[in-house]
């Protein structure tokens, strides 16, 4: 029923900046939290910020003061504003929307932090 889609992976330096993005279709993204995970190799899939849909954000302690996310309701998209990355960083980011006992999920965006 949602279908979200991941943009703006990439390779970068460290210390370089990346934005991802995610669209979301469907009607209930206003109304949902919109979550970013990310799964390097070998590792658990962990979560890295959620938006709740009234705008309070939550970060993993590894992006805290580093990410940043943010959503448009009107454009129906979730942001993932990447500063200051290091190498720990590599790995595939998923877009999560969560509503109730929905939870659809992006095909993944990679990104990769090395020099």
């Known amino acids: 029923q949602v279908q979200l889609v991941e943009s703006g992976g990439g390779l970068v330096q460290p210390g370089g900046s990346l934005r991802l993005s995610c669209v979301a279709s469907?009607?209930?993204?206003?109304?949902?939290?919109m979550n970013w995970y990310r799964q390097a190799p070998g590792k658990e899939r962990e979560l890295v910020a959620r938006?709740?849909?009234?705008?309070?954000?939550n970060y993993a302690d590894s992006a805290k003061g580093r990410f940043t996310i943010s959503r448009d309701n009107a454009l129906n998209t979730a942001y993932l504003q990447m500063n200051s990355l290091k190498p720990e960083d590599t790995a595939v980011y998923y877009c999560?929307?969560?509503?109730?006992?929905?939870?659809?999920w992006g095909k993944g965006t990679l990104v990769t932090v090395s020099s």
């Open positions: 469907g009607s209930i993204f206003s109304i949902a939290a």
């Open positions: 999560n929307l969560r509503r109730l006992a929905m939870d659809y």
């Open positions: 938006i709740s849909s009234g705008g309070s954000t």
